[in-house]
Each structure stands twice: as structure tokens, then as C-alpha cells.
């Protein structure tokens, strides 16, 4: 019985130091996870027009604050559409909106940082036609996840489609 236990002891002790030393991918993306409440999928919006943006993020790697970017792109973006530190490459969107923080927990707005706003204004872009189908993207960076130290930030992708009016 002693003996049964320890070697089921020592294999669990085993499997876990393996487990811990497997090299970490130096990128991992997950999608819709955070949640695109404004706007609404399918929405017209107007070139040079504002449009109602509201993104809840998933925190799931429980940070004090959630760093989101946010992008347009005239393809529906996926994991594969991001480079290694979880941004569209040059020419790989159509436009950038900016780089928001978002408190969680109750905590304040951090001196310096500009958390998102409840409105963004859609681009004037000769590329752009009515009609078009567009992407609103927001890429969400979670830089403290479990088990802690040495852990690459982890990007989470969501997104909607829009259509220019």
C-alpha cells in the first residue's frame, strides 16, 4: 500500500515537473472571449461619422488593468492576422484607432493612460466604398497570467462586422 502510494505520488511529482518545464509559445491568441457590446454587428456607419463603442474585457488573467487596442480591417480578422506581440502587421488593417486601458476592480483611471471611449469615429479613406463590409477588431493583452513568472502576454481577438454607409 505504502509503496502504491508512493509511486502514485511520484508520478503525479513527475508529470508536474515536466509540465512546468515545457517551453511557453511566444505568442497565444484566443478568441471572443472579451465582449464587443457597442456596436452592433452589421451596423452602417458613415465615413467621418461617429459610431457607439463599448468593449467589456474578459480579465482573464485577473490584471489590475486590461490593455486593449483597437483596429479596422476590411477582412474578418482571426489569431493567424496577428504577429507575435498581438498587432496587426503594416497593411494588415485599414485603420487604427488607438491603444486604451481599462481598470478593473474598482481601480481609478491610471495617470497617463487613456481608457476607452464611448464613441469612435469611423475613418475617411478613399479605399473605403458604401457597401463595403468592414471589421471593428479590439485585441486584448493579459501580461500576469497564472502560473506567473516567464509567461508570454496572451492576446484575446474579438470583433464585429460593419458595413460603410
Known amino acids: 500500500m505504502v509503496s502504491s502510494l508512493a509511486t502514485t505520488v511520484l508520478t503525479i ?3 508536474a515537473l515536466y509540465a512546468c518545464s515545457t517551453p511557453m509559445s511566444s505568442r497565444q491568441v484566443e478568441s471572443g472571449h472579451g465582449i464587443l457590446s457597442a ?4 451596423i452602417v456607419v458613415a465615413q467621418g461619422s461617429s459610431f457607439p463603442f463599448e468593449f467589456r474585457d474578459s480579465n482573464w488573467c485577473e490584471d489590475g488593468y486590461s490593455p486593449i487596442a483597437v483596429w479596422l480591417t476590411d477582412y474578418a480578422p482571426s489569431a493567424s492576422s496577428l504577429n507575435s506581440t498581438g498587432q ?3 497593411g494588415g488593417y485599414t485603420y487604427y484607432f488607438g491603444s486604451y486601458l481599462i481598470p478593473n476592480f474598482g481601480l481609478p483611471v491610471l495617470s497617463g493612460s487613456i481608457p ?4 469612435l469615429v469611423f475613418p475617411v479613406s478613399s479605399d473605403l466604398s458604401a457597401g463595403d463590409e468592414v471589421y471593428l477588431a479590439v485585441v486584448e ?4 497570467c497564472p502560473p506567473g513568472l516567464n509567461v ?3 492576446y484575446e481577438l474579438s470583433s464585429i462586422s460593419m458595413t460603410v454607409g
Open 13 to 15: 511529482l513527475c508529470g
Open 39 to 42: 456596436p452592433t454587428s452589421g
Open 88 to 90: 496587426f502587421a503594416e
Open 116 to 119: 476607452p471611449p464611448s464613441s
Open 141 to 144: 493583452t493579459g501580461n500576469n
Open 152 to 154: 508570454p502576454p496572451q
